[in-house]
């Protein structure tokens, strides 16, 4: 099993981004995935009633699947800036409402 990683990043405007990553000692090449809908951090997730029986759709859960699929690549998962209403929101990449 990989180890995922989580770090904060800061973008644009200064805006910050929380990452988990998967990195490879040999890598072709990386993935940049937003996950959708109510995938968040694990912790985050745990913490919602709605949401918590889904953590295997976690970003930590999803980055260990894209890691098994995509062997030789490097795995980077931004996770949203928010949730509303069980959906994720990615407001430090594009206005949202």
């Known amino acids: 099993m990989s180890k995922v990683k989580t770090i904060k990043a800061t973008g644009a405007d ?19 995935f937003f996950p959708g809908d109510i995938s968040t951090g694990r912790e985050e997730m745990k913490a919602d009633e709605e949401a918590k029986e889904w953590l295997e759709w976690s970003t930590e859960g999803i980055g260990q699947l ?20 069980g959906h994720s929101c990615f407001d430090h990449f594009l206005t949202t409402n």
Do not use: E, H
Request: aromatic share 2%.
């Open 14 to 32: 200064g805006q910050v981004n929380t990452l988990d990553v998967i990195l490879r000692k040999a890598k072709s090449g990386s993935m940049v």
């Open 66 to 85: 894209l890691a098994r699929r995509f062997q030789c690549l490097n795995i980077i998962l931004v996770r949203p800036a928010r949730m509303r209403q």
